[in-house]
């Protein structure tokens, strides 16, 4: 009987490790918790005003201009492999990513939210202007590998071209 109680704790221990392990965020911090959309909003609309952007802003809070609707009738979707060309910066305008003039493949269902719900509403050679809220981006984790790295809660912009879309 002894045996079996202390087995019965052992493992109860060992659940309560595994899942509070499985309860923590992909940075391993378990406080980090995504802002709301809303939060973003007047960083996103004043970058937007001081580089001549006007946006319409989405029902998920993000914000875009489409420049050129692009060719077709074939919406990228998350199963697509989208090959674009694009220039990603932060909101004090400091780049942090960019394909240049050399396009770069994708499947869109693996990229940030902001982009997943972006892409989709140009065709291929269309041309489109993201602002996206931090929520929909990099979240609370934010991306320390890239250089310059983008902090935690960031908004951020993008200046995406569709090449093509299969």
Do not use: E
């Not at 002894?2 to 019965?8: E, Y």
């Not at 065709?123 to 320390?144: D, F, K, N």
């Amino acid at each position: 009987m002894k045996n079996i109680v202390l087995t019965a704790i052992v493992l109860g221990i060992l659940v309560y490790v595994i899942m509070a392990g499985c309860s923590k965020s992909s940075s391993g911090n378990s406080a980090c918790v995504d802002q709301p959309v809303t939060t973003d909003s007047s960083a996103l609309l004043s970058f937007a005003r001081i580089n001549g952007i006007a946006p319409v802003k989405d029902a998920t809070g993000l914000y875009y201009q489409v420049l050129s609707q692009g060719y077709g009738s074939v919406a990228p979707t998350a199963n697509s492999i989208v090959s674009v060309t694009y220039l990603g910066t932060r909101m004090d305008a400091v780049v942090f990513d960019s394909t240049g003039t050399t396009a770069r493949n994708f499947t869109l269902g693996n990229l940030i939210p902001g982009w997943q719900i972006g892409l989709p509403k140009i065709r291929a050679g269309g041309h489109i202007q993201l602002l996206v809220p931090s929520s929909l981006a990099y979240g609370c984790v934010g991306v320390t590998n890239s250089k310059p790295p983008i902090p935690p809660n960031s908004p951020i912009y993008f200046d995406i071209t569709l090449v093509s879309v299969q």
